[in-house]
Protein backbone atom coordinates (compact mmCIF):
# COMPACT_ATOMS: atom_id res chain seq x y z
CA UNK A 1 0.00 0.00 0.00
CA UNK A 2 1.43 3.29 -0.59
CA UNK A 3 2.01 5.61 2.12
CA UNK A 4 2.19 9.23 1.61
CA UNK A 5 4.78 10.88 4.24
CA UNK A 6 5.96 13.95 3.27
CA UNK A 7 4.62 16.84 1.50
CA UNK A 8 6.15 19.75 -0.17
CA UNK A 9 4.91 23.43 -1.26
CA UNK A 10 6.80 24.28 -4.71
CA UNK A 11 8.14 27.66 -3.90
CA UNK A 12 9.53 30.12 -6.67
CA UNK A 13 13.38 28.95 -5.66
CA UNK A 14 12.37 25.22 -7.06
CA UNK A 15 11.01 26.38 -10.65
CA UNK A 16 12.73 26.06 -13.42
CA UNK A 17 13.22 28.43 -16.48
CA UNK A 18 9.60 27.05 -17.65
CA UNK A 19 7.72 28.38 -14.24
CA UNK A 20 7.37 24.67 -13.06
CA UNK A 21 8.93 22.58 -10.63
CA UNK A 22 12.31 22.04 -11.42
CA UNK A 23 12.63 17.99 -12.23
CA UNK A 24 16.28 17.89 -10.02
CA UNK A 25 14.60 19.56 -7.03
CA UNK A 26 11.92 16.75 -7.14
CA UNK A 27 14.61 14.09 -7.85
CA UNK A 28 16.54 15.11 -4.82
CA UNK A 29 13.48 15.29 -2.70
CA UNK A 30 12.56 11.57 -3.93
CA UNK A 31 15.73 10.29 -2.97
CA UNK A 32 16.01 11.79 0.56
CA UNK A 33 12.38 10.65 1.14
CA UNK A 34 12.90 7.13 0.17
CA UNK A 35 16.76 7.23 1.45
CA UNK A 36 14.77 7.69 5.35
CA UNK A 37 12.09 4.99 4.52
CA UNK A 38 14.62 3.00 3.96
CA UNK A 39 17.22 3.48 6.77
CA UNK A 40 14.03 2.92 9.18
CA UNK A 41 12.66 -0.01 7.79
CA UNK A 42 16.10 -1.81 7.74
CA UNK A 43 17.09 -0.01 11.20
CA UNK A 44 20.37 0.51 9.08
CA UNK A 45 21.81 4.40 9.20
CA UNK A 46 23.87 3.15 6.36
CA UNK A 47 21.67 2.33 3.74
CA UNK A 48 22.28 3.77 0.23
CA UNK A 49 21.04 4.64 -2.85
CA UNK A 50 22.06 1.48 -5.50
CA UNK A 51 19.35 2.12 -8.39
CA UNK A 52 17.11 3.88 -9.49
CA UNK A 53 14.67 2.68 -12.86
CA UNK A 54 13.40 4.92 -15.45
CA UNK A 55 11.20 7.84 -13.72
CA UNK A 56 8.00 9.38 -15.58
CA UNK A 57 7.14 12.85 -15.27
CA UNK A 58 3.19 12.31 -15.86
CA UNK A 59 2.59 15.80 -14.85
CA UNK A 60 4.16 18.97 -13.93
CA UNK A 61 3.48 21.42 -10.40
CA UNK A 62 3.73 24.76 -10.35
CA UNK A 63 4.11 27.71 -7.46
CA UNK A 64 1.94 27.24 -5.07
CA UNK A 65 1.14 23.78 -5.77
CA UNK A 66 1.76 21.21 -2.54
CA UNK A 67 2.86 17.86 -3.53
CA UNK A 68 3.29 14.58 -1.70
CA UNK A 69 5.70 11.83 -1.76
CA UNK A 70 3.99 8.30 -1.51
CA UNK A 71 6.53 5.24 -1.15
CA UNK A 72 5.85 2.06 -1.28
CA UNK A 73 7.75 -1.42 -0.40
CA UNK A 74 7.86 -3.57 -2.73
CA UNK A 75 10.77 -6.60 -2.10
CA UNK A 76 13.06 -7.37 0.66
CA UNK A 77 16.32 -8.51 -0.65
CA UNK A 78 18.82 -10.26 0.99
CA UNK A 79 20.73 -6.89 1.71
CA UNK A 80 18.46 -4.91 -0.30
CA UNK A 81 14.99 -2.69 -0.10
CA UNK A 82 13.20 -2.01 -3.45
CA UNK A 83 10.74 0.95 -2.94
CA UNK A 84 8.14 2.57 -5.27
CA UNK A 85 7.42 6.15 -5.45
CA UNK A 86 4.55 8.41 -6.41
CA UNK A 87 4.48 11.88 -6.33
CA UNK A 88 1.02 13.59 -7.03
CA UNK A 89 -0.83 17.19 -6.28
CA UNK A 90 -1.95 17.17 -2.65
CA UNK A 91 -5.05 18.49 -3.49
CA UNK A 92 -6.23 17.56 -6.94
CA UNK A 93 -4.29 13.73 -6.38
CA UNK A 94 -3.10 14.25 -10.01
CA UNK A 95 0.37 12.10 -10.50
CA UNK A 96 3.22 13.96 -11.36
CA UNK A 97 5.75 11.54 -10.81
CA UNK A 98 6.22 7.59 -10.74
CA UNK A 99 9.51 5.27 -10.12
CA UNK A 100 8.57 1.15 -10.51
CA UNK A 101 11.89 0.98 -8.58
CA UNK A 102 14.11 2.40 -5.87
CA UNK A 103 16.87 -0.09 -4.75
CA UNK A 104 18.47 0.41 -1.46
CA UNK A 105 21.60 -1.64 0.25
CA UNK A 106 22.09 -1.80 3.56
CA UNK A 107 25.55 -1.67 4.13
CA UNK A 108 28.14 -2.69 7.71
CA UNK A 109 30.25 -0.39 9.04
CA UNK A 110 33.27 -1.88 6.61
CA UNK A 111 31.28 -0.24 3.43
CA UNK A 112 29.95 -3.34 2.00
CA UNK A 113 26.52 -4.52 1.67
CA UNK A 114 25.18 -6.74 5.13
CA UNK A 115 22.67 -8.84 5.48
CA UNK A 116 19.52 -6.86 7.28
CA UNK A 117 16.90 -9.91 7.85
CA UNK A 118 13.94 -8.09 7.37
CA UNK A 119 11.26 -9.73 5.31
CA UNK A 120 8.32 -7.07 5.50
CA UNK A 121 6.98 -4.06 6.57
CA UNK A 122 7.79 -3.05 10.08
CA UNK A 123 6.59 -0.23 11.68
CA UNK A 124 7.95 1.62 14.63
CA UNK A 125 5.05 1.64 17.18
CA UNK A 126 5.20 -1.92 16.66
CA UNK A 127 8.96 -2.10 17.01
CA UNK A 128 8.50 -0.10 20.18
CA UNK A 129 5.66 -1.64 21.88
CA UNK A 130 7.57 -5.16 21.77
CA UNK A 131 10.73 -3.71 23.47
CA UNK A 132 8.57 -2.18 25.60
CA UNK A 133 6.82 -5.23 26.63
CA UNK A 134 10.25 -6.86 26.79
CA UNK A 135 11.86 -4.99 29.17
CA UNK A 136 8.92 -4.94 31.33
CA UNK A 137 9.02 -8.86 31.57
Known amino acids: MMNYHTRKWIKPEDLNPNHSLFGGRLLQWIDEEAALYAIIQLENSRAV ?5 EINFVSSAKQGDIIEIGIEAVEFGRTSLTLRCEVRNKMTHQKIIT ?3 LVFV ?7 PKPH ?3 KIEYVADRLYVKNTDSEL
Do not use: N, W
Open 49 to 53: TKYIS
Open 99 to 101: IDK
Open 106 to 112: ALGEDGL
Open 117 to 119: GKT
